[in-house]
């Protein structure tokens, strides 16, 4: 399984054959193989992706200046926090349910 490193440059493949030149957002999950790119916000198998030539030697950011830079900081820190909402969420459902449960118990 090859390991994409966060702001890997990479080539993504996708189902209709186009190549797509994007970055990595985070890392690949060791768990599930899955890298997460930048390009639609997609979580993808090890096959689609190819390093980009450019990155080569694993030190090539995917950005050349300093506003770049901040965009990706801003898009990394927006999927963060829709993450954190997402968990917030899930663990409120839960709770929710888990009183509904009890008080039906209880009467």
């Known amino acids: 399984?090859?390991?994409y490193k966060e702001n890997d440059t990479v080539i993504?493949?996708?189902?209709?054959?186009?190549?797509i030149d994007t970055f990595v957002i985070f890392e690949t999950d060791?768990?599930?193989?899955?890298?997460?790119?930048?390009?639609?916000?997609?979580?993808v198998e090890n096959e689609r992706l190819e390093l980009h030539p450019q990155s080569a030697n694993g030190c090539t950011m995917p950005m050349t200046d300093s506003f770049s830079f901040e965009l990706f900081?801003?898009?990394?820190?927006?999927?963060?926090?829709?993450?954190?909402?997402?968990?917030?969420?899930t663990i409120a459902t839960r709770s929710?349910?888990?009183?509904?449960?009890?008080?039906?118990?209880?009467?």
């Open 1 to 3: 399984m090859k390991i």
């Open 12 to 19: 993504y493949t996708d189902g209709e054959g186009k190549r």
């Open 30 to 43: 060791l768990q599930t193989g899955l890298t997460h790119i930048n390009h639609d916000n997609l979580m």
């Open 73 to 89: 900081k801003q898009l990394k820190e927006k999927f963060l926090q829709r993450d954190r909402a997402k968990n917030a969420l």
């Open 96 to 107: 929710t349910a888990r009183v509904v449960g009890l008080l039906a118990n209880a009467s």
